[in-house]
């Protein structure tokens, strides 16, 4: 099926966003907690992970997402509240702990929740996952034609909330495709450390749904197969799963030594970074020229300096303001 | 003590000598967990064990907590000594009914015939905001539960002691390190995180607390990492005359009721501090066991520091405003003194 231009220049587009939002992100975490790494220290403090790499599967599942599609990502989100359409001001507010931050603050990088877009994350494994099947059988039982997605890690699929999440999306013929990012490494630990079969997507079977493997880490197959799995959930027909070979390019935190991948492997990720391969790829194609991707790269990076400023420049809470919201 | 030569530590250092030590003198230890092979640990608790012990006793796992608690328990009630760890404190939720209906109740169901000797140790605390997942401290949680005992140590010398200990116990001990005084090189620590361990292997008995400073005005009974915002605030009360007591309850579970009560006869107030939620935990079963053991004595209503019953929060101002610290301490000294 053909892919419409707008899509695949929209999909480019996001991923010059999250990269540069990342990496930008990664020089103020650490611009003030060197050259003696203090976690706690700086402008942006806490445990940062960050996405540099996964952008493909984010990116390749926005083109299909409806207003009112939920997604549940991990730890991991930025890439996915981005591609998503997160208020990118608000969103950064929260990661620099600000008042007018997404939750004022009180959630930080791995906490991001919105209503519009349905968003939400969290720092636990799979915990996104039954949450996501709850959001399909809401909408089932309210007779809307909306999907959830849930993105975990290749290591969550090792988790019981994996297995019972599958089994009831599919007993319940809910409307939620599961799309596994597997980066190889669950922090340290190699996938074949951790997994008894090579592709988690076999593991569809098992729960009486389809399995796809993307083998490599392009949001043009991102795109297509998630195209079929929405589409078959709109329907009525039932989750999906899917599993995208993807890379994660720095370490599983900013400050992680990362001694536990070869510099072999790291150069690999490198050479095949998907931003630049599907970058060179539209302008092979006809699709962008070189100017064209000059501009969108003015445009993204000018909205992520802008939200930038905006969370720089906004308040911090009242500290008070931490006895707030336990109940509504 | 001693004045040859002290070998220091870190708290960080200091568990895993501990460990090495009893898988060296025990083979039935060994020890699973995530990470904690070729990255040795999150927090460092197993550093260079898989050089010294290898894969088969040092052994990575999927992200499978309920599988790898269950699996050691079942470990343990078969003739092995596991240590299991649970990355974060926090991370508990997927994984309790292993923890406390199977791990905490097989020797009461047993009628005591079957016994559990395992270690669950876990990394706690916040301070460097880490946000509401990944900086609760929990003791309070797994203290209010029969069964397991629920160990916290504030320094190297009782880590390493505790440790061992907590190995050779025939019962399952939860081992709960505080980030904070673990002496981490990425991580602000107190001072107090490097100190005195005797390179040989030696037990500190668990149930044990410890008079970290004696004084006579106050007793402030703590735990962790507390205990150490308890002794910068005594410095400061010292400056203005005023004596307080810190008291190091070291664990949970056993509670040493026989020294809080010792402590709060010889000083007559009593203030709690705990990094842990404030209500129906730790300050309110040591308050209990003061006014029940103790009332007499007691010349003002026993006070306490913990957190205000709120998730933690990621903001460093709104996660500083509800950790106790120093300030709050000495402010909670002088309001007892003044009741």
């Avoid at chain 1, 998503?84 to 991001?112: N, P, S, V, W, Y």
């Avoid at chain 2, 579970?253 to 402590?263: G, H, K, N, T």
């Avoid at chain 2, 300050?283 to 003061?290: F, K, M, P, Y």
Wanted: glycine fraction near 10%.
């Amino acid at each position: 099926m053909e892919i419409p231009r707008d899509h695949l220049v929209d999909m480019y587009s996001t991923m010059v966003k999250i990269r540069y939002f990342e990496e930008r992100i990664r020089e103020i975490y650490f611009a003030d907690k060197l050259p003696a790494f203090d976690i706690g220290a700086g402008e942006i403090p806490g445990e940062m992970h960050l996405a540099a790499g996964q952008e493909p599967v984010a990116v390749g599942t926005m083109p299909h997402l409806k207003p009112g599609d939920a997604i549940t990502a991990t730890h991991r989100p930025h890439h996915v509240a981005i591609a998503q359409g997160l208020d990118l001001k608000r969103m950064t507010a929260e990661i620099f702990g600000k008042d007018t931050g997404l939750g004022h603050g009180k959630g930080g990088h791995m906490h991001l929740f919105s209503t519009e877009p349905n968003f939400g994350c969290s720092g636990i494994i799979a915990e996104g996952m039954p949450v996501a099947v709850g959001a399909a059988l809401a909408f089932k039982k309210l007779g809307k034609d909306n999907v959830a997605i849930s993105f975990f890690g290749e290591g969550a699929a090792n988790q019981g909330a994996f297995h019972e999440s599958l089994n009831l999306a599919s007993l319940w013929s809910l409307p939620v495709v599961f799309i596994c990012e597997d980066n190889a490494y669950a922090i340290s630990v190699p996938k074949e450390a951790s997994t008894a079969i090579a592709d988690n997507s076999d593991r569809a079977s098992a729960y009486g749904m389809p399995g796809v493997l993307v083998p490599d880490n392009d949001p043009v197959a991102v795109y297509e197969v998630v195209r079929e799995a929405i589409a078959r959930a709109r329907a009525g027909e039932g989750p999906s799963l899917i599993e995208v070979k993807t890379d994660r390019l720095w370490g599983h935190f900013e400050g992680d030594a990362d001694a536990y991948r070869t510099d072999e492997f790291k150069e690999s990720m490198t050479d095949r970074d998907s931003l630049v391969v599907y970058g060179d790829r539209l302008v092979e194609e006809g699709i962008l020229t070189a100017d064209d991707r000059e501009t969108i790269n003015e445009e993204m990076h000018g909205e992520v300096d802008e939200a930038i400023d905006f969370a720089r420049n906004s308040p911090d809470p009242a500290p008070e303001d931490a006895l707030l919201h336990v109940f509504a | 003590m001693t004045t040859m030569t002290e070998r220091k530590l870190t708290t960080q250092k200091a568990i895993s000598e501990a460990i090495a030590q009893e898988m060296d003198a025990d083979d039935s230890v060994f020890v699973l967990g995530e990470d904690i092979g070729v990255y040795g640990g999150i927090f460092g608790a197993t550093e260079g064990l898989l050089d010294q012990f290898g894969p088969e006793r040092i052994m990575d796992t999927p992200i499978s907590e309920t599988g790898f608690i269950g699996a050691a328990i079942g470990a343990a009630t078969n003739g092995l000594r596991p240590i299991a760890e649970l990355m974060f404190v926090d991370f508990f939720g997927v994984c309790m009914d292993q923890i406390y209906n199977n791990m905490a109740k097989i020797h009461y169901f047993s009628g005591g015939n079957v016994k559990v000797p395992m270690v669950l140790m876990t990394a706690a605390g916040g301070g460097y905001s880490d946000a509401g997942q990944h900086s609760q401290t929990l003791w309070g949680t797994f203290a209010h539960l029969p069964g397991m005992k629920v160990v916290v140590p504030s320094n190297p010398y009782d880590a390493k002691g505790l440790m061992i200990s907590a190995i050779r116990d025939d019962n399952p001990v939860l081992y709960i390190f505080h980030k904070g005084v673990l002496g981490l090189g990425w991580m602000t620590n107190n001072p107090r995180a490097t100190g005195h361990v005797p390179e040989d292997p030696y037990t500190v008995p668990i149930g044990k607390a410890a008079i970290a400073r004696e004084g006579t005005d106050v007793t402030v009974a703590t735990i962790s990492l507390s205990v150490h915002r308890a002794l910068d605030a005594a410095d400061e009360l010292e400056k203005e005359g005023i004596s307080i007591e810190v008291l190091d309850l070291r664990s949970l579970v056993p509670l040493d009721r026989e020294a809080i009560l010792d402590s709060v006869r010889k000083t007559h107030r009593l203030l709690v501090v705990d990094e842990d939620y404030q209500s129906f935990g730790m300050t309110g079963e040591v308050i209990t066991t003061a006014v029940e053991g103790a009332f007499d004595y007691l010349d003002a209503p026993p006070a306490r520091i913990a957190i205000p019953d709120v998730p933690i929060p990621y903001s460093r101002v709104l996660e500083q405003f509800v950790l106790p610290n120093a300030d709050k301490i000495v402010a909670g000294v002088k309001s007892l003194l003044t009741a």
